[in-house]
């Protein structure tokens, strides 16, 4: 059974993809911005100015792990709307929109998190030989919040986004061209497309759009191979985790107490090079021996 296919299991009508769609963006755009929009109208006293400030303002005023969570929930809603649309729009059972294994594969999804963590470490270790803009940043009244924070909240933020762009959508297209790299290619895009509004791609410029794909691509690969999402899923988890609660800086999309801060200058670094480069591909190499991956040209490129 492969992962691609298995939206053939249930109802495949276009409204039923239009409805859950405009109801992930009423849940993202809408729905979860209503706590953060109380919360400011209310520390504000109702003012007008309420919603006025930049982001910074509002970290001021609520402090940086209540806005992270407030950042946080609408990947919550868009989550449990999959969940729900994949059992009751289309008829399919949740764990289809997962993996196509009897059961979730925890193994998997620690061993790949075990991984990347491990790697990130050895790359934060090497930055820091000799350089003193990575410096000590914990904050001891912030840092148990972070932890739960960065533990419980991000990964339901991580997994909201695989299942829309590596589960429901990556089972669209493969319902409708049954071809495996159309669906990697397609997600891996709009999954850069995605983080075009991030505050990175502002200060770095749109070249950094080619992390963002490249890795949309890369996490496709997995899913395609691997048929399923416990792979990418924590892949994902420990990347936003990391950046998180390990090593943050002032210009990336979270801003936290995390336990490093780098002050250098913002650019499209060596070690992101590297990532798309370098430890991507070896990381695939490292997961198609784990698992014994088979079939991989014709999963990619024939019809399936």
Known sequence: MSFLTNADKGNNRVSGYILTLSLVVLCYAVLGSIPLIVHLMIAHGGGEGALAGSMSDWTALLGENLILCYLLFPFVLVL?????????????????????????????????????????????????????????????????????????????????????????????????????????????????????ANPEVETLGYGVMSYYIMTGIFLGFIVLMDDGLELSMGYHAANNIFAALILTNEWQAFQTDALWIDHAKPSFGWDVIATMLVLQPLLLLIFAKLFKWKNMRSKLLDQQ
Request: charged share 10%; hydrophobic share 55%; glycine share 6%.
């Open 80 to 196: 449990f709307t999959l969940v729900l649309s994949n059992r009751f729009i289309h008829k399919r059972t949740v764990l289809s929109l997962f993996t196509t294994r009897a059961t979730f594969d925890w193994r998997r999804f620690f061993t790949s998190a075990g991984i990347w963590i491990a790697v990130m470490g050895i790359l934060l270790a090497t930055m820091m030989v000799g350089n003193d803009q990575i410096q000590w940043n914990m904050n001891p009244s912030t840092i148990i919040p972070l932890v739960l924070i960065s533990l419980l909240l991000i990964p339901l933020q991580t997994t909201a986004e695989e299942v829309l762009f590596r589960g429901y959508l990556f089972q669209a297209f493969g319902h409708k061209n049954r071809r495996g790299w159309i669906s990697v290619v397609v997600t891996g895009v709009l999954f850069g497309l995605m983080h075009a």
